[in-house]
């Protein structure tokens, strides 16, 4: 028999053990040397999810379902493989916030709503009293069952009169811990470095002694997990926990609702996100933390098996083989070590929740309700810090005074596993507004307090109030029937749908109308100001430079907001956070001035840290005069639109130059068209005026080299063809070349000072004998005085030949008359060269000056010449800087004038 | 050459293995009643420990591998703009 007062020595042993631990990291961090600021003690201190549910309750449900145990802790790992999305984006907003509970997450990141922080602390309370009752409950139970060493039984409470009520001591000794560790401070995100330590300790205790457990059962009782399975593999009811056949139907459903634990829950909220020192813990924490859960299971099927296999006939509760097993195989020091093993559970689960709890029973609902009673007249009172602490200590004794009442009224009436998992369905419905609400900003505070409440009503109605009835406190009939014999309405089956376990069936109903009205509600809904502020704000936390600019924006002086620091935070704390803040501006804070923006947000946040973000917002709301959303608080709502419309226009001035340049490209590409067209037009004409003449050459060659006996006379006449045609060709060839030479600037122009008189001489000399033959007169008229032309004198000669050979051309045999003028103007010389010729149209005397373009119709019908002529005349014209066109009306004749400059000019 | 936005796709795709290594109908698959053994251990129980197992090994060889060397994690800038976290 272990003695009463053994087993309580011990167990005060122990915790006075921790409290060493606690006391100890916490005169190491205020000498500054943190032993919790690394990520082993932070993984460690998560593993606080493994409570005495998992220490003896595990054990239990694999004895009964098999694997059923496991998606408890296989969710937990899903959702640490998820860490690097979610759970880094929690800790950042929380930092960035000074968030300390999950209800002021909630109530931040839907403006800071006082109600939503208000509700989730309620549901905390209902939710986790249970929970705590359960600790309560494996710590008496297994405390009984060791006292009744060696004899194993399922007995309740012994007569023990000292002891009592084991979990009332149990209570107690955990409220005097979570007190002194636990409100140490006034600002809850300084981190409680002594209880992170002692909870990291009991992990440690907790996991070796389940393992011992776990070691002794398979290898000490057994030989091994071979010889273990293979017997149990003997009994058919164990053959059947085997396979998948044993699973609860819930599967999914349990893993789902454990991944939203882990992270729902307080205390795990609290010691993932609260007691973070730095984000890059987080690495780490991501895989020792499934491994811890992971090593803490390897053993409980052996052990369930064990158990099951040593006492076949069911006398001993499952629920109790960790100690059982030892005890029955007369091994008192191990059964010792394992009832530590859970009271390190169990301890740990309640001082993390009493904390967290408490505080979110301060910040959320004591001071929201205590500043709005205005004749407390609270918001003058000089130091409230003390307040603040005391009700946080209060909260902790109400806490677990509540959990010892409920273990006393309900909890004998079920088992383990079925408390705890009622508890984190109430945890689950926090889960669509928490992680929803970090990714879609639309979420409104209307959308998730209507999820969360209907999620928590629903929650009471098909978990919470069954479990009351099964206890005995509301008829039982409640269960069977459905309220006043409502088939429909049974709280177990709701709307008739049946066949569920009772945690699926609650879950589904209670998140199907979470996530509904959370969703509808946010989209029909319109946000405020600093609900889409703080939305913004969650939700990009790591695109901004995390600074809050929900700032008041008002005028209050600097002493004032010291005055308000001072009272929630205490003189000393204040002083410090002041130097801090000048120190970080880097100038000295003047008391007198008003304070600005920065320091208005500094001091907010730093209440917040210490009274919740909701009452922080009151109280500074107080202070300032004349609250409104600040300049930049606006700007940065702006600056995400501002964005979008300055790439818009960053678009648009793109599209405009894309425009322009594809209209440059278009005229350009319509210019090369053209001058494409015109390359074959040229090309075509060119081969076309070579044809003509090569083709008589051709012939009258063929002719004369056919026909030898030609008569001389015939064979001259063909031969002078063949040699007029020739030259024409030459002359072609040449024209080409010129006017090829003239238009790609080749040409080698010979600029000099040119008499004009004597180019037209030289002209007229050239082409006197042309003139004779064909009688046509020619009337030169020179002035006598003529200054000098600037140009190329052999051009100049040319392009008289070509006007006047033009002219000749076109005058009628015998009766021509070609008429050369000069006209000296004031920077010009004009020349005009006159015939009476045909004519030429009056739409055709622009395309003359086009290349190959011909006169044709009138009465001649055969072109007359190469029709290169006037373009080259034009080329040299405009080249020299003059101008070149032709006057003319059809029958009477045509006059071509160009224009030269002079050289002195 | 980093690429931290690896973490996240990774974490991603590990968690939709995770869920289905862990599906009642994968896990179905290893169901060979207590006969089909590993080393002695009944071939589900085995899978599903192994399974556990192999999901938190690639899980720390993904965020220790791909994590970058600073001390903060990629998007990090300092925790605060202001003032820092602890007083």
Not at chain 1, 381 to 387: F, K, T, Y
Request: overall charge negative.
């Amino acid at each position: 028999m272990i003695a009463g007062w053994f087993l309580v020595a011990t167990s005060l042993a122990y915790l006075s053990l921790l409290f060493a631990i606690a006391y100890w990291a916490d005169r190491r961090a205020d000498a500054g040397r943190s032993v919790i600021a690394n990520p082993y003690i932070y993984a460690l201190s998560i593993g606080v999810y493994a409570t005495a549910w998992t220490f003896y309750g595990s054990v239990g449900r694999a004895a009964s379902t098999g694997l059923g145990f496991l998606p408890v802790y296989i969710g937990p790992t899903l959702m640490f493989v998820l860490g690097w999305i979610v759970l880094l984006k929690m800790i950042r907003i929380s930092k960035v916030h000074r968030i300390t509970t999950i209800a002021d997450f909630i109530s931040s990141r839907y403006g800071k709503s006082h109600l939503l922080g208000g509700l989730v602390t309620i549901m905390a309370v209902i939710g986790m009293v249970p929970y705590i009752a359960l600790q309560l409950k494996a710590v008496s139970t297994s405390f009984n069952v060791l006292l009744h060493y060696p004899h194993v039984t399922a007995e309740g409470p012994s007569g023990f009169a000292v002891i009592g009520d084991t979990a009332l001591w149990v209570a107690i000794l955990m409220a005097a811990f979570a007190i002194l560790f636990g409100t140490r401070h006034i600002d809850a995100t300084e981190h409680h470095e002594g209880m992170v330590a002692a909870i990291a300790f009991e992990s440690v205790v907790k996991l070796i002694a389940f393992l011992s457990v776990g070691l002794f059962v398979t290898y000490g009782m057994f030989d091994g997990f071979g010889d273990l399975f293979s017997r149990a593999a003997e009994v058919p009811e164990m053959r059947e926990l085997m396979t998948t056949a044993a699973l609860d139907a819930d599967w999914l459903a349990l893993t789902f609702l454990s991944m939203t634990a882990i992270i729902c829950l307080t205390r795990q909220f609290q010691v993932i996100v609260v007691e973070n020192v730095h984000e890059r813990h987080l690495i780490k924490a991501m895989w020792l933390l499934p491994l811890y859960l992971l090593l803490i299971n390897i053993f409980v099927l052996p052990i369930a098996f064990g158990g099951l296999l040593r006492f076949p006939d069911g006398s001993v509760d499952a629920d109790t083989f960790v100690l059982a097993l030892p005890m029955a195989e007369q091994y008192p020091g191990l059964a010792l070590f394992a009832f530590i093993g859970g009271l390190s559970a169990a301890t740990g689960m309640v001082i993390v929740a009493t904390v967290a709890i408490s505080t979110m029973i301060c910040n959320d609902l004591v001071m929201p309700g205590l500043l709005r009673f205005a004749w407390l007249h609270l918001s003058e009172r000089r130091d409230l810090s003390g307040l603040l602490l005391n009700i946080r200590r209060g909260a902790i004794g109400l806490i677990l005074l509540l959990g010892y009442l409920y273990f006393l009224l309900i909890g004998e009436a079920y088992a383990l596993v079925a408390i705890g998992l009622v508890s984190f369905a109430a945890a689950a419905q926090w889960a669509p507004a928490l992680i929803i609400g970090m990714y879609w900003k639309t979420a409104s505070r209307r959308g998730a307090l209507a999820g969360i409440s209907a999620g928590f009503l629903i929650w009471t109605y098909t978990l919470l109030l069954p479990s009351f009835a099964r206890s005995g406190y509301l008829p039982e009939g409640f269960i069977e029937f459905g309220p006043f014999g409502i088939e429909l309405l049974k709280p177990y089956a709701l709307f008739g749908l049946e066949g569920l376990n009772s945690i699926s069936h609650s879950l589904f109903w209670s998140l199907l109308a979470n996530v509904g009205l959370y969703v509808g509600v946010s989209l029909l809904d319109r946000q405020s100001t600093i609900e889409r502020l703080q939305a913004t704000l969650f939700v990009d936390v790591f695109r901004q430079g995390g600074a809050d600019t929900a700032t008041m924006y008002g005028t209050v002086s600097a002493t004032d907001l010291r005055d308000v620091a001072e009272r929630f935070l205490g003189r000393e704390h204040t002083e410090e956070a002041f130097a801090e803040y000048a120190r970080l501006r880097g100038r000295a804070l003047d008391l007198n001035a008003n304070a600005d923006g920065d320091l208005v947000q500094f001091v907010e946040r730093r209440l917040a840290g210490a009274i919740g973000a909701a009452s922080a917002r009151v109280m500074i709301g107080s202070t300032v005069k004349g609250e409104g959303v600040s300049v930049d608080a606006i700007m940065q709502i702006l600056d995400e639109t501002s964005q979008v419309l300055k790439y818009s226009r960053q678009l648009e001035q793109k599209s405009w130059e894309l425009e322009l340049a594809t209209s440059e490209l278009k005229a350009a590409n319509k210019r090369l068209t053209e001058l494409d067209h015109l390359k074959d037009d040229f090309l075509s004409t060119v081969t076309h005026e070579l044809r003509t003449p090569l083709t008589s050459i051709r012939s009258f060659s063929e002719i004369l080299h056919d026909t030898p006996d030609l008569d001389v006379a015939e064979r001259q006449h063909f031969l002078s063809i063949v040699i007029r045609e020739s030259e024409r060709l030459t002359r072609l060839i040449n024209q080409v070349l010129d006017l090829t030479k003239i238009e790609t600037g080749r040409m080698d122009w010979q600029m000099s000072d040119v008499d004009v008189r004597d180019v037209i001489n030289h002209a007229v000399t050239a082409l006197k004998q042309l003139f004779d033959e064909k009688g046509i007169g020619l009337e030169v008229n020179l002035p006598a005085d003529l200054p000098p032309v600037r140009g190329d004198r052999d051009q100049l000669i040319q392009l008289a030949i070509n006007l006047l050979s033009n002219a000749e051309k076109f005058c009628p045999e015998g009766k021509g008359r070609v008429v050369v003028d000069l006209a000296p103007g004031n920077r010009f010389l004009t020349v005009s060269i006159a015939d009476n010729g045909p004519g030429i149209p009056e739409d055709q005397q622009q395309l003359i000056f086009e290349k190959f373009h011909q006169v044709r119709g009138g009465n001649t019908g055969n072109p007359m010449g190469s029709g290169l002529g006037l373009a080259i005349c034009r080329g040299i014209v405009e080249h020299l800087g003059g101008r070149i066109w032709v006057r003319s009306r059809p029958g009477h004749g045509a006059t071509f004038y160009f224009t030269v400059p002079f050289a002195h000019s | 050459m980093k690429r931290p936005g690896d973490i996240e796709e990774r974490s991603i795709a590990l968690f939709l293995l995770g869920l289905l290594l862990f599906s009642p109908l994968v896990m179905r698959i290893f169901d060979r009643g207590a006969d089909v053994t590993v080393f002695g251990i009944p071939l589900l129980f085995a899978y599903v420990f192994l399974a556990w197992a192999l999901v938190i090994l690639i899980l720390a060889l993904v965020v220790e591998r791909l994590r970058p060397d600073g001390d903060e994690p990629p998007e990090a800038g300092p925790p605060e703009a202001g003032p820092p976290e602890n007083a």
